[in-house]
């Protein structure tokens, strides 16, 4: 409180979570052992319960508070996009904003992104959970969705969860579909993303782009 959390070092954050530690070891050097094991933030958001089993004192009620905050994080993130309305110029804009909230999920989601004439988000929506292997977004819901919003024009995008970011055969059928559904109603589809690990495909480049390390 008298220096401010900016202040604090990773494993003093992860503490203040923890609260408690062990007999013989406090929730300081238990966050130290698990920023050790871990390494960084995004690497703890997308483990799962048996990734913490070495941890003593460590059980499913904290599990739960540290990937709480981790999301709190992340969709605080989306709020700030969400209210500053950035203006879109290319398939990395986009990029910039998705990547973070997508690259290490385990089951395929489809996002729109909605946008108005000047190109600038009105909002952004998980239209439908897909499992691993498949998103099924329905074309129907995107544009109903659309013209809820306005949106002139949309850009859509999902994930890989295995990491690669070629496009299916799927995929090149549903973004073919999509885009005659947007021409008749005169939604235009500007682009269809898929993310990966730091990488992504981008139809309306026609390319795989990944960021430099």
């Not at 990547?99 to 996002?111: A, I, N, Y």
């Not at 969860?161 to 059928?173: F, Q, T, Y």
């Not at 690990?197 to 480049?205: G, P, T, V």
Request: hydrophobic content about 40%.
């Amino acid at each position: 409180m008298q220096y401010g959390e900016q202040a604090l070092s990773n494993s003093e954050l992860l503490a203040i979570l923890l609260r408690t530690g062990t007999k013989g070891q406090s929730a300081l050097d238990l966050a130290r052992k698990v920023i050790h094991k871990f390494k960084t933030f995004r690497n703890m958001s997308h483990t799962d319960t048996r990734d913490w089993l070495e941890f003593k004192g460590v059980g499913t009620a904290k599990i739960a508070q540290i990937k709480a905050a981790l999301e709190i994080g992340r969709r605080f993130r989306e709020d700030g996009i969400k209210e500053e309305r950035p203006q879109i110029k290319s398939a990395k804009d986009v990029v910039d904003i998705l990547m973070p909230q997508m690259r290490d999920l385990k089951k395929e989601v489809f996002k729109v992104v909605f946008l108005n004439s000047q190109n600038r988000i009105i909002a952004i929506e998980d239209l439908e959970d897909g499992t691993v292997n498949h998103a099924s977004p329905i074309i129907r819901e995107i544009f109903q969705r659309a013209l809820q919003h306005f949106a002139v024009s949309i850009i859509c995008a999902h994930n890989h969860p295995g990491g690669s970011v070629a496009p299916s055969r799927e995929d090149i059928e549903f973004t073919n579909r999509l885009t005659e559904a947007g021409r008749a109603i005169e939604v235009k589809l500007l682009d269809h993303l898929i993310v990966g690990d730091d990488c992504h495909y981008s139809f309306s480049d026609q390319s795989p782009q990944c960021r430099e390390p």
